[in-house]
């Protein structure tokens, strides 16, 4: 059994999708981020980081494991599955899950503080990590080209990347002319576990029919996790 700490988030979609993926039982405890409850010095001790995702592994003897990228990376091996065992198809699936991890996530959620949350608006910042987290998202359609999947066959890297450039429409990015990053994020959404772990938990905003009171809503309770994030920093 393994207990997921987390929010509906990217990086936390990726973890539940994974979980759903490859069939793992396990149980959610969602937090409450705008209260700051991922600052607790209880889940401190989990995740020293303050962040979310986290698992605790009760098989593993209570192992606890933080960073969504480690946690894709400890489930795959935990279980054989998601991330080829030779070194070179290893190698590949963390090539691009690296990608992800120090590209494709921190300049979206830059888009997404600078475009989405901060009261002021910086046309610089948000040109910046807009035009960045489009540049990437180019390199995944040039990637998907000639290749169904990104390292291969299906994996964690997939699964670490489609989590982020699925909400490419909240970072103000605009997917016209990636065509195969395109199929790439409608083959993917379409697998079943990919919509179980979406549904984990559940987003409170559906972009696709929010309405701009709803919209705001979502925004003012993302800028007090972001306000309170510097307050802590």
Same mark, same amino acid.
């Given at each position: ?133 489009? @540049?990437? =998202?180019?390199?995944?359609?040039? %990637?998907? #080209?000639?290749?169904?999947? !990104? +390292?291969?066959?299906? /994996?964690?890297? *997939? ?23 395109? @199929?790439? =994020?409608?083959?993917?959404?379409? %697998?079943? #576990?990919?919509?179980?772990? !979406? +549904?984990?938990?559940? /987003?409170?905003? *559906? ?27």
């Amino acid at each position: 059994m393994i207990t997921l700490y987390t929010a509906a988030t990217p990086n936390g979609h990726k973890v539940s999708i994974a979980l759903e993926e490859l069939g793992l039982q396990y149980q959610v405890r969602v937090l409450d981020l705008a209260a700051g409850e991922q600052k607790q010095d209880w889940y401190l001790a989990l995740n020293p980081n303050g962040r979310i995702p986290a698992i605790v592994d009760h098989d593993a003897g209570d192992f606890p494991v933080f960073e969504s990228g480690a946690i894709l990376v400890w489930l795959a091996e935990k279980t054989g599955r998601l991330m080829p065992a030779d070194p070179k198809g290893r190698s590949l699936v963390l090539q691009w899950l690296m990608f992800q991890m120090a590209g494709v996530g921190p300049m979206m959620g830059q888009a997404n503080v600078f475009f989405r949350y901060l009261p002021e608006k910086i046309p610089v910042a948000i040109d910046r990590y807009q035009a960045e987290g489009r @540049r990437l =998202l180019a390199v995944l359609d040039h %990637r998907l #080209a000639d290749h169904e999947y !990104l +390292a291969g066959d299906y /994996s964690i890297a *997939d699964i670490a990347n489609f989590a982020w450039a699925r909400t490419h429409r909240w970072s103000g990015i605009d997917l016209s002319g990636l065509p195969h990053l395109q @199929r790439w =994020l409608k083959q993917i959404r379409a %697998r079943p #576990a990919v919509e179980r772990g !979406l +549904a984990v938990p559940p /987003s409170r905003l *559906d972009l696709a029919d929010a309405s701009e009171d709803q919209i705001e809503r979502f925004v003012a309770g993302a800028r007090r996790i972001v306000e309170t994030g510097r307050e802590r920093s």
